[in-house]
């Protein structure tokens, strides 16, 4: 009797799972997953060395030797979706580990940085979506956060602490959807997956392995990053920091820092902040060091079969140290990348690019809110869209809050999912946006013509363009349709064509258009009047990279502070001009 109960309270440790000895499928199997369907399903873990393995499920039975480090995986026959429970027996020689609430339908892989991982409970609407979120065959995981340099077999199931909302969150673990479970969750990923269930009827698996405040390079594969010549000084830059990193001298900057700014604080009353008690996180563990976040968390996933990927990155990029053509070169590497890692060339890729924030452009600030690299960042990740196949884009610039984590996330939940339900699950929805299809230069104007009809979001003036002469000085430009005669003979608006145009630019040679951090910008597709059209530009004046010693980067910094200095300058002259035209114009 005695025996029996200890057998019992053993199994009851397990988390729910039938478990004798020492078959362990990877962490990303269990309770309440969702299968991939129609798909050879790839299932894998550890036991004893060559112990065979057997999985039953769905009146199926495979079975593989562990090899002799004790690895094995095993392939399940494609199923069809199905949102029948069942369950999933793994066993070995003398172990059992039984998963329960298994369905089969769709899986897709959210990634990014914060602006992904942003709560639902955070966004816009966010309340009321988490009030019918009674969605029991959604399914959530999210991966617990890490970065590291050294590979990882498998993740840890924990109750995580995030210092940024000061809470505990469950972390992987897979939960069905409901108010309670999806509070927490990425609110992007959600309304990408909730929509894509409502309309398909099938069931959806959604696994959020982003993490906030990391560059596209910490998300490539360490082999990919060492194979890039673009990425050499970069590696270098890192592995220079983790050499001279020292932890006792850290720990003392850092209090004498901290002695220093509690010093000021405490001179104007304000209230202090406890004095730092351990070191930094080493460089080699930093989230941002090349390929640790990919590591961590991505690769611990390798080969899991899914159904596709949603991206939503780009702020860590677009930071003092921005190098937009190197982002352009790892976004398209970082897409190869993870394809291959998930055994799929043509996995869908969804790109939702990098989120409107801070200060608004306006007219008085239009010169240098235009001296940012956010929106080469953007540019990079645009120019991988046209370029990649069986890839998804969704403009985010318009969804404008005046801080880093805009969270007005819905829209940009439910463009992404048009383009899934279009191109993945046969309904016909438009998503595509309107892109320039070709310039024509006349003397004081530009024509622009779209591959689609445009117009203003609002039915008011277009606005966001800007055109620029040979001093490449670019002024915000009017901007309307092109007018056309019909077969009657009157004149109509060409609603694919804009002409764009600047009293004080007498020969303009290039065009903007949405070219800023937090733009202005109003044009969308006239069918789709929801989807943005993309920011583009017809000039190669690109962003200085920025370089990678410190020694250089002091007086790179110097040379941007002038150039604002000086696009404040160029402001107020065409205040200036601006006045001296409507005098001139008043006169006659």
């Not at 090899?67 to 369950?87: C, H, T, V």
């Not at 991206?311 to 790892?330: E, T, V």
């Not at 595509?432 to 117009?455: C, H, M, R, S, W």
């Not at 009017?478 to 002409?499: C, F, H, P, S, T």
Request: net charge positive.
């Amino acid at each position: 009797m005695k025996i029996t109960s200890f057998v019992l309270f053993f199994l009851f440790l397990t988390s729910g799972n039938l478990m004798y000895s020492q078959v362990r499928p990877n962490h990303i199997f269990d309770n309440n997953m969702v299968l991939q369907r129609d798909q050879p399903v790839r299932i894998w873990g550890s036991a004893a060395p060559l112990e065979k393995i057997k999985i039953e499920f769905g009146g199926q039975v495979k079975s593989a030797n562990a090899n002799k480090q004790g690895e094995w995986f095993i392939y399940l026959d494609p199923m069809i979706a199905s949102a029948q429970p069942r369950k999933m027996n793994v066993s070995g020689i003398k172990s059992l580990v039984q998963f329960t609430n298994v369905l089969v339908g769709d899986v897709w892989i959210l990634g990014g940085q914060s602006n992904m991982e942003l709560d639902l409970a955070a966004l816009y609407h966010g309340d009321a979506e988490i009030l019918s979120a009674n969605f029991p065959n959604i399914r959530l995981m999210t991966i617990p956060s890490s970065a590291d340099h050294l590979p990882k077999k498998d993740f840890e199931r924990i109750n995580e602490y995030d210092s940024w909302h000061e809470r505990y969150d469950m972390k992987g673990y897979w939960f069905p959807c409901s108010p309670k479970s999806v509070t927490t969750f990425s609110g992007l990923g959600y309304i990408f997956g909730r929509r894509i269930h409502m309309a398909s009827k099938i069931p959806i698996g959604l696994i959020d392995l982003s993490l906030g405040g990391t560059t596209v390079e910490a998300w490539l594969s360490p082999n990919t990053l060492l194979s890039m010549p673009e990425n050499s000084s970069l590696l270098k830059q890192w592995n220079d920091k983790e050499a001279a990193f020292n932890p006792v001298e850290d720990l003392k900057t850092k209090i004498s820092n901290w002695e220093k700014r509690t010093a000021e604080q405490k001179r104007k009353g304000e209230e202090t902040a406890p004095k730092p008690l351990v070191a930094s996180v080493r460089p080699a563990l930093d989230r941002n060091f090349p390929g640790s976040s990919y590591t961590g968390m991505v690769a611990i996933i390798g080969g899991l079969t899914v159904k596709g990927i949603v991206f939503h990155q780009g702020y860590n990029n677009a930071l003092g140290d921005a190098r937009p053509k190197l982002y352009a070169a790892n976004f398209k590497a970082l897409i190869s990348d993870w394809r291959n890692l998930f055994n799929n060339k043509q996995l869908p890729f969804g790109i939702i690019e990098f989120s409107a924030g801070g200060e608004p452009q306006t007219l008085d600030n239009f010169e240098l809110r235009m001296l940012d690299p956010s929106p080469y960042i953007r540019e990079g990740q645009f120019n991988a869209y046209r370029g990649i196949s069986n890839t998804g884009y969704a403009c985010a610039y318009d969804q404008q809050v005046n801080w880093y984590h805009p969270q007005k996330k819905v829209e940009l939940g439910e463009r992404m999912a048009r383009w899934a339900l279009s191109t993945q699950y046969g309904f016909n929805l438009g998503w595509e946006p309107a892109v320039v299809e070709g310039i024509e230069k006349l003397k004081d104007k530009i024509i622009v013509t779209f591959n689609k009809q445009v117009k203003s979001s609002d039915d008011r003036p277009m606005e966001g363009f800007s055109i620029a002469g040979i001093d490449r000085h670019f002024y915000p430009a009017k901007a309307e349709y092109l007018k056309m005669q019909n077969e009657k003979g009157q004149k109509v608006n060409d609603k694919r064509r804009v002409i764009v145009w600047n009293d004080l630019v007498e020969n303009p040679i290039e065009l903007r258009y949405a070219w800023a951090r937090n733009p202005l910008g109003n044009l969308v597709n006239d069918a789709e009047r929801i989807i943005p059209v993309p920011l583009f530009r017809t000039d190669n004046w690109d962003y200085p990279e920025a370089p990678y010693l410190s020694s250089e980067y002091e007086l790179y910094r110097q040379k941007q502070k002038t150039i604002q200095q000086q696009a404040e300058q160029l402001a107020r002259i065409r205040v200036i001009q601006e006045a001296e035209k409507l005098i001139k114009e008043n006169k006659k």
